[in-house]
């Protein structure tokens, strides 16, 4: 084979180059085969990489609109407005207040008569110091003298309209007597209640009397007219 004969191949993708020649062309062209070899090798490997993180970069960045949106539908569901104060001015978020209790005053008898004693008389002589007490004095008022099991809001309203007392709302003072105090329960019916044993005591032994004198329901009267015959 001449000079004219000599030929050279290189295949980058395969990693290989062919010489072909005499032995004298051969080791003056290898060295200088195998530095463009090199250079090859590298810029090939280079551009492979690069294609390579391109078509991994192209996933993620079609994923991340749809990652950020996800982000920023987050804080839209976990993030509420904080209620507002109500403000008497009209300014600010409005709150619906709770509709108001209208309980009427019911007719009741609360005279004094034959067999009982009227219900004025009783209160002077008890003395209550508070609506707490109040109350107590009128359901066991009812409930002794007019014989009631249960005494209905109404009908203690009515009581305080006999005494000339100011009236309450009588629905939070009938729950807190009994939530507290327990001289009070939950009649069968809604606005009715019932007089606890601790009431009955409380209002019979603890309260105070004028002169010393116990009160005297229409049992006891009866007991005490039947002695004296």
């Known amino acids: 084979m001449t000079n004219s004969e000599a030929r050279f191949t290189i295949n980058v993708r395969d ?36 294609q390579s993180l391109e078509l991994k970069a192209q996933p993620a960045q079609t994923a991340l609109p749809s990652e950020l949106s996800q982000h920023k539908e987050t804080p839209a569901v976990i993030e509420q407005p904080l209620p507002q104060p109500h403000k008497s001015n009209g300014s600010g978020t409005k709150h619906s207040a709770r509709p108001a209790i209208t309980i009427h005053p019911i007719p009741v008898d609360l005279k004094a008569n034959e067999s009982k004693v009227g219900l004025r008389e009783f209160y002077t002589d008890k003395k209550p110091a508070n609506h707490y007490e109040k109350a107590a004095v009128f359901v066991y008022y009812l409930t002794k003298f007019n014989n009631q099991r249960e005494v209905k809001f109404g009908e203690i ?73």
């Open 157 to 229: 309203l009515s009581c305080y309209d006999e005494v000339n007392e100011k009236k309450p709302s009588i629905a939070d003072i009938v729950k807190n007597s009994i939530r507290y105090k327990g001289w009070l329960n939950q009649g069968s019916e809604k606005y009715t209640a019932l007089l606890t044993i601790s009431g009955e005591n409380f209002v019979k032994f603890d309260l105070p009397t004028q002169n010393g004198k116990a009160e005297q329901h229409p049992d006891a009267a009866t007991a005490i007219a039947t002695n004296n015959n």
């Open 15 to 50: 990693g290989m180059v062919e010489l072909e020649g005499k032995e004298s062309f051969v080791d003056k062209h290898l060295e200088k085969f195998e530095e463009i070899f090199k250079m090859a090798v590298k810029e090939a490997i280079t551009r492979g990489v690069e």
